[in-house]
């Protein structure tokens, strides 16, 4: 599966973004599709995930509340919207793929198969 990232853009403190993360190649349907973002000279940090079935959700501490995952498998695509953007929010936002990963293993990059391009996030004081 080919994943295709975008929506990002530079947005002031306390503005909302809405990522789409589309698939093409195959559907999504039975795939565990994550969000993670990197910033130079740091790792890859988990962002969010969302189960196939679109029940099962999870964030990292420092977006709770403010982000949220969702999925449209008819039409192949994963959101993140993320309101009350900070500063420390800026990143290239990369979304992920995993028809195999189990639970435990949900925040853990290497543990998915395929990977956007990424788009870039830059949220200004």
């Known amino acids: 599966v080919q994943l295709q990232a975008s929506g990002g853009g530079l947005v002031q403190a306390g503005g909302s973004l809405r990522l789409s993360c589309a698939a093409s190649?195959?559907?999504?349907?039975?795939?565990?599709m994550g969000w993670f973002r990197q910033t130079p000279g740091k790792e890859r940090e988990f962002v969010a995930v969302?189960?196939?079935?679109?029940?099962?959700?999870y964030y990292a501490d420092s977006v709770k509340g403010r982000f949220t995952i969702s999925r449209d498998n008819a039409r192949s695509t994963v959101y993140l919207q993320m309101n009350l953007l900070k500063p420390e929010d800026t990143a290239v936002y990369y979304c992920?793929?995993?028809?195999?990963?189990?639970?435990?293993?949900?925040?853990?990059?290497?543990?998915?198969?395929?990977w956007g391009q990424g788009t870039q996030v830059t949220v200004s004081s």
């Open positions: 992920a793929a995993s028809s195999t990963i189990i639970l435990s293993q949900i925040r853990r990059g290497q543990a998915y198969d395929h």
């Open positions: 190649g195959r559907t999504i349907n039975r795939y565990t």
């Open positions: 969302i189960r196939s079935s679109g029940g099962y959700t």
